[in-house]
């Protein structure tokens, strides 16, 4: 399959803390793909200022559908929520 669209969550966490941030990376990740209906691929992205988790979809609309998944609602949310900095920013892309 093809990703046709991201899901871009960008995440102001700091330097300690992001271990913790990766651990809830890692722990998700197989069951995201495995799991989640079109998910296809998920990246963890590292920069000084941020942390961005991209998600690769098959289309706009499971992309759009795992925000509001369980997984992504009671466990990944839940487990990063307290590490956050600010709010997180969450952007949805159609690849052209």
Do not use: C
Not at 23 to 46: H, N, Q, S
């Amino acid at each position: 399959m093809k990703v046709n669209a991201y899901l871009e969550i960008t995440m102001k966490i700091e330097e300690g803390k992001r271990a913790a941030a990766a651990k809830v990376y890692t722990d998700y990740r197989g069951p995201f793909l495995e799991t989640i209906e079109g998910a296809l691929t998920k990246d963890l992205l590292i920069r000084d200022e941020d942390v961005q988790v991209l998600h690769g979809f098959d289309s706009i609309d499971h992309a759009k559908a795992y925000l509001s998944s369980a997984m992504f609602q009671n466990d990944v949310f839940v487990g990063l929520k307290p590490l956050w900095n600010a709010d997180p920013d969450v952007k949805i892309y159609i690849v052209a």
